[in-house]
């Protein structure tokens, strides 16, 4: 997997994607990470990248040219497995289904804006989608690109330790992640549960997708009503409601 990152601050990527699971991938190549300049692509002597917009609305827009430039020296080969995407919050809200399937291109090419935002034109001729972390405003998009890279590239085989890890992370099923404990098995501040001591495997799996229902139920009911649940996970939601309404 190769990550490609069009941005004004390049170092923040860099700097930014040297740590935890990321660093450990690009240092062990098993993903790939370069950034791109925009002012690299210039062609006057100020390296401008930003003019004024047509129409008198405050702000700057950065300019088509040097976007496209940047991002034509980007793609491999004229890689055809290749993703460009605008990170807007104007775009497609992120959901780990749309990371999924964004993991299963050789190359991503992020293009993280600045200002007022980008020229239209570059949008609708160079870039297959746009992104957004939210309905939220940040002040550019190399925060948002870090969070995708960083999503993405635990989703890459070969990454993550176990390779269980990443199909148990939230979301991965349309559920929060069950609750964790270690060692030590009881302190101050509470016991771990037994049947997560019994040694018991199938309690143990039934035991968390019961959590997990129930946590989903209570801090994100919206993403229940998005799935069809089985016999079986509708009897452990009922049990996990039935259980926090005795411990009230």
């Known amino acids: 997997m190769q990550f490609d990152v069009i941005t004004l601050f390049p170092d923040m990527i860099l ?4 740590y935890g699971v990321t660093g450990k991938a690009i240092e062990q190549n098993i993903v ?8 690299d692509y210039t062609t006057d002597k100020h390296r401008t990248v930003d003019d004024r917009p047509f129409g008198g ?4 827009v950065m300019k088509c040219q040097p976007l496209f430039d940047a991002v ?3 793609k491999l080969k004229k890689n055809t497995d290749c993703k460009v995407v605008y990170l807007s919050p104007q775009g497609t809200q992120i959901t780990q289904e749309l990371l999924i399937a964004a993991s299963q291109f050789s190359q991503l ?3 993280a804006g600045r200002y007022e935002g980008i020229d ?5 001729t ?3 989608d746009e992104w957004s972390l939210g309905d939220y405003v940040i002040s ?11 999503s993405i590239t635990r989703l890459v085989p070969g990454v993550l330790g176990d390779s269980n890890s990443a199909q148990q992370d939230s979301f991965m099923n349309g559920l929060l992640d069950t609750p964790h404990f270690t060692r030590p098995e009881e302190n101050t501040m509470g016991s771990v549960p037994k049947v997560l001591l019994s040694g018991n495997h199938q309690a143990i799996e039934r035991w968390r997708m019961k959590q997990a229902l129930g946590r989903t139920e209570l801090r994100r009911p919206d993403l229940l009503k998005k799935i069809e649940l089985t016999t079986e996970q509708l009897a452990l939601l009922k049990e996990f409601r039935n259980e926090a309404h005795k411990s009230d």
């Open 57 to 60: 609305s405050p702000g700057m």
């Open 32 to 39: 790939g990470l370069s950034v791109w300049n925009p002012r």
């Open 15 to 18: 700097e930014g994607s040297r």
């Open 140 to 150: 550019g998009g190399e925060l948002a690109a870090l969070v995708v890279i960083d």
């Open 126 to 128: 160079v870039c297959d």
């Open 120 to 124: 239209e034109r570059f949008i609708d």
């Open 72 to 74: 034509n020296d980007a």
């Open 109 to 111: 090419i992020l293009v």
